[in-house]
């Protein structure tokens, strides 16, 4: 195997190996590290890959990514998804019309597509440290579900402390609970006053902060992240879009639409290396909420928060405005030196636009649409409805398949589910016109009415008593960590 070298998306005068870049994803300049390229497959050598199993598959990527994970590890990895609801197929396909299936990616144990990640991740993150003299932190901000799948993957593992940030009023009842009620020693969950672009801007801040640096070492403790920011992340989630798309090529001949309802884009980049790789995906639409950012930067080229403030929608996980991973798309499209220039704009003046030949560069591979609150219940309506209950995530999506098929009746969609009707049940309720309980009601009600079971890693979070209650602004976050590291605070 050919190991493949790491690089800076904004340059530097060094490459690291993929080990080094999950340990410590801070690359030079602020950028993010990244291959420096990708293998190319032949329509004969993916022909050889339909029909294997998604372990097999699994191996024969990372084998041709030149990941430098031992064949042991990778198998451990991989078989956590074992313990998926389907043994066999962790992102099974259902489907919905002959134009529509959808790839459920949220069979893991925190119900939602960060399971699919962050439960191999947080095996071969572990593996590392075996030999490691040093204790890792591992930051992580959530707008939902990368938050409850990190605690879950990280719980009670040796040499590894996790620190949770989250804001305040910016999740579901269930999301929040997830974090919130689990007692592993080794897990800090603090939420922070604001929402997740703040999260996320402080997390990146405290990876290069020098003097939060040199606390770390000074208990013997380094610094890594479980963000997508983070490559390891990243590396799982190209898999399940190779697997769909060699699934619904061998049954329609033809390549797929990829739907992805999208915040910080890493779900979006999988699929755009899966692409590049030569796998049978048509374009990549990014479904948005009313937090459109990446729409309008779809269409016109031109990345503008400067004057948007961040709305908050019945689709939480998709309330961003900074998507990160942006960075690694621009950087393989355009090279390193042009993407630390467009990355230095959007830090000064909070903005960045591509030339009109980029445009249509990017436009080869991503289309975009979005969607108000409003239309999103009214397809939880009508899908429920049609005999399948769906997210309101899931339900964003939907607006780009009808976008697809009004101009192509004959296309074939792959619509990625990112979380589980339970995770939202008050939106839920209200999509459905029943009456919100509040908590463990709603779900009861939802699920007898459409004969529905609910996971009992959800039933159960209601039981369990909340042991991380702290809140306060963005600004003493830091400091509390340290209090917590030192044995000083809670």
């Known amino acids: 195997m050919q190991l493949r070298n790491f690089v800076g998306t904004r340059g530097g005068d060094y490459s690291v190996s993929f080990k080094d870049s999950v340990l410590n994803p801070n690359a030079p300049y602020g950028g993010l590290w990244t291959l420096e390229d990708l293998p190319k497959f032949s329509d004969n050598e993916m022909q050889s890959f339909v029909g294997m199993s998604y372990e097999d598959l699994a191996k024969k990527i990372f084998e041709s990514l030149g990941l430098d994970i031992d064949k042991n590890l990778l198998h451990n990895a991989l078989a956590l998804y074992k313990k998926f609801d389907d043994k066999n197929t962790p992102a099974p396909l259902y489907k919905i019309n002959k134009n529509l299936s959808i790839q459920k990616l949220y069979c893991g144990p925190t119900r939602a597509f960060k ?26 901000a959530t707008s939902g579900d990368t938050g409850p799948a990190t605690l879950e993957s ?98 329609h001949k033809k390549k797929t639409h990829i739907i992805i309802p999208s915040g910080n884009f890493g ?29 309008d930067f779809i269409k016109s080229g031109v990345y503008d928060i400067s004057h948007r403030i961040l709305q908050k929608t019945y689709s939480p996980a998709m309330d961003i405005l900074t998507s990160s991973n942006i960075e690694r798309v621009l950087f393989f499209l355009f090279g390193k030196d042009r993407t630390k220039e467009l990355m230095e704009d959007l830090q000064k003046h909070k903005k960045y636009a591509l030339n009109q030949e980029e445009l249509e560069i990017l436009q080869t591979y991503f289309e975009a649409t979005y969607c108000e609150d409003s239309y999103c219940l009214e397809k939880i309506r009508e899908y429920v409805n ?12 939907i607006k780009a398949y009808e976008a697809i098929i009004k101009s192509d009746n004959e296309a ?78 809670e």
């Not at 049609?386 to 999506?397: L, R, S």
């Open 267 to 295: 779900n979006a980049l999988g699929a755009f290396y899966a692409k590049n790789m030569g796998f049978p995906i048509e374009k990549i639409w990014i479904a948005s909420n009313a937090n459109n950012i990446l729409t």
């Open 412 to 489: 074939i969609c792959i619509l990625c589910s990112t979380a589980e009707w339970t995770k939202f049940a008050k939106t839920l309720s209200k999509a459905l016109g029943i009456e919100s309980l509040g908590g463990k009601q709603s779900l009861e009600v939802i699920a007898s009415k459409y004969s529905l079971a609910i996971s009992p890693n959800i039933l159960g979070l209601f039981d369990k008593k909340e042991v991380h209650t702290q809140g306060m602004p963005k600004e003493n976050v830091r400091e509390s960590i340290l209090e917590w590291l030192e044995g000083n605070g």
């Open 386 to 397: 049609a005999g399948f209950i769906i997210d309101p995530h899931t339900a964003c999506g």
């Open 115 to 140: 399971d699919m990640a962050l439960q191999p991740f947080g095996e071969i993150f572990s593996a590392f440290l075996k030999d490691s003299s040093k204790e890792y932190l591992i930051l992580v």
């Open 154 to 251: 990280f719980a009670n593992k040796d040499k590894i402390k996790v620190v949770c940030l989250y804001p305040e009023g910016g999740t579901s009842e269930i999301q929040r609970l997830q974090m919130t009620t689990i007692a592993a020693k080794n897990i800090k969950v603090i939420e922070i006053k604001g929402d997740f672009d703040d999260a996320q801007n402080l997390l990146k801040e405290l990876l290069k902060d020098g003097q939060f640096l040199q606390r770390l070492t000074q208990n013997n403790l380094a610094l890594s992240a479980a963000n997508s920011v983070n490559f390891g992340r990243i590396a799982f989630q190209i898999l399940y879009h190779i697997y769909a798309s060699l699934q619904s090529f061998a049954l």
